[in-house]
């Protein structure tokens, strides 16, 4: 099997140290695993061994994949494309291919395990280049993970599904030249101060701020546009963080809730992998009704977006009035050892390792079924011999 990470998205880093922990947790009696690391720059490295890993299994330390690839490395592949030609793609009975770039790959990859997290990994893309590779991947499809990652139009299905979210607005880049007035007095009069602002595409909470009066919404805005040519303005929310892990294909299993708190006045990127005051609180301690609509809720997004194999969906739990919001579904969430997505299911159960196994496991099956399906027409030859009505 493959384990695809690093990726050129701003999560690079924490893609590494959860790759790693899931090369660690799989059982090599069963699995002889096949490292495919992309770098910050785009190329594939294929068969790089674990040294490229970061020595620290913790989140702390994160460090780079370096380009050129470490020295055992086997060749780089120039691109995804070039994979699907030369390389991944199962080969029968052949135990090996060659490698786009003339490498000797193993020859049959029967499942993928992506750990690419935000761009280019979790919004789809990858799933569509496994997908016209026939491979079996971990994880959401390309639709679940296009939706998940853009939280102007997963805002959108949940609303449309009758799931709570949080009042917002949002704007294209484009259309702040123009627009960016009417815009920022739009969220005054929606919603006002304090505001979070957030590129619609993004992940670990970079270009996210939180805006206190005008001058701060200019600058978040001008930030977010930095990483995304559409933004999101939320209504700012006094809430506890509350997180939950959801696991399996068409009967999604929802984990007992977790929740964060952050060392810092939000949960940005410093509190997630810098600042070790951060604290994951597992289980949650919310009352056995919460717990449980936290959990339908949960499960609810997941079938929402029709996701696959895992998700973690997060929400916002109002300290004043209690109630809750879904903020978003993360599809490759953090496999660090000490990420909220295997600690809730270690919670509820499952062990890492078992875990990994039964993503592996829903990923074949997915497949399977998939492959089951009719993917040709020929009128009068499908089911009923000939068409009565026109
Ligand atoms: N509407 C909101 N109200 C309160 N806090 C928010 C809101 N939106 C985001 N935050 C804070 O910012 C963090 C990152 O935002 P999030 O939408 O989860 O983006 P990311 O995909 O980068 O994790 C959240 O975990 C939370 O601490
Ligand atoms: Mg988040």
Redesign the pocket.
């Known amino acids: 099997m493959g384990v695809i990470y690093g990726g050129r998205s701003v999560e690079h880093e924490v893609s590494l140290v959860s790759a790693r922990a899931i090369m660690q947790a799989l059982d090599p009696g069963r699995y002889e695993v096949v490292p495919i690391g992309i770098t910050r720059q785009g190329r594939w490295v294929i068969g790089a061994s674990h040294c490229a890993l970061p020595p620290d299994p913790s989140v702390h330390g994160l460090v780079r994949l370096r380009d050129g690839g470490p020295a055992r490395a086997l060749p780089a592949v120039r691109g995804g494309p070039a994979l699907i030609r030369g390389g991944l793609t199962p080969k029968p009975g052949g135990r090996t291919a060659r490698g786009a770039a003339g490498g000797a790959l193993p020859g049959r990859l029967d499942v993928i395990f992506p750990v690419v997290h935000g761009t280019g990994g979790e919004d789809g893309s990858l799933q569509g280049l496994l997908e016209l590779a026939g491979l079996p991947y971990v994880g959401a499809g390309v639709l679940g993970s296009a939706i998940g990652m853009d939280?102007a139009l997963m805002k959108v299905a949940f609303s449309q599904a009758g799931l709570p979210i949080?009042d917002h607005r949002v704007i294209r880049r484009c259309d702040l030249a123009k627009g960016g007035d009417r815009f920022i007095q739009s969220v005054e009069a929606a919603f006002g101060y304090p505001c979070?602002v957030?590129p619609a595409n993004?992940?670990?909470?970079?270009g996210?701020s939180?805006a206190k009066d005008r001058g701060g919404l200019i600058a978040a805005i001008d930030l977010a546009a930095r990483y995304d040519r559409k933004l999101i303005v939320?209504?700012?929310?006094d809430?506890r963080?509350i997180e939950c892990s959801v696991l399996g294909n068409d009967e999604p299993e929802a984990s007992v809730p977790g929740e964060?708190v952050?060392a810092n006045e939000?949960?940005?990127y410093r509190s997630k992998y810098i600042d070790p005051e951060s604290r994951l609180l597992v289980p949650a301690p919310v009352t056995a009704d919460q717990s449980r609509r936290i959990r339908d809720l949960a499960a609810r997004a997941f079938r929402c977006l029709d996701l696959c194999g895992m998700a973690r969906v997060?929400f916002?739990l109002d300290r004043a009035s209690e109630a809750l919001f879904v903020?978003?579904v993360?599809t490759i969430p953090g496999f660090t050892p000490i990420s909220m997505y295997p600690k809730l299911w270690e919670a509820s159960g499952l062990s890492f390792p078992a875990l990994v196994d039964r993503l592996i496991r829903l990923a074949i099956e997915r497949h399977a079924e998939k492959k089951r399906l009719i993917t040709s027409y020929r009128p009068g030859r499908n089911g009923r011999r000939s068409l009565t009505k026109g």
């Open positions: 939280k949080v979070f957030k993004g992940g670990s909470s970079v996210v939180k939320e209504r700012a929310i809430a963080e964060i952050p939000f949960y940005d997060d916002f903020n978003e993360n």
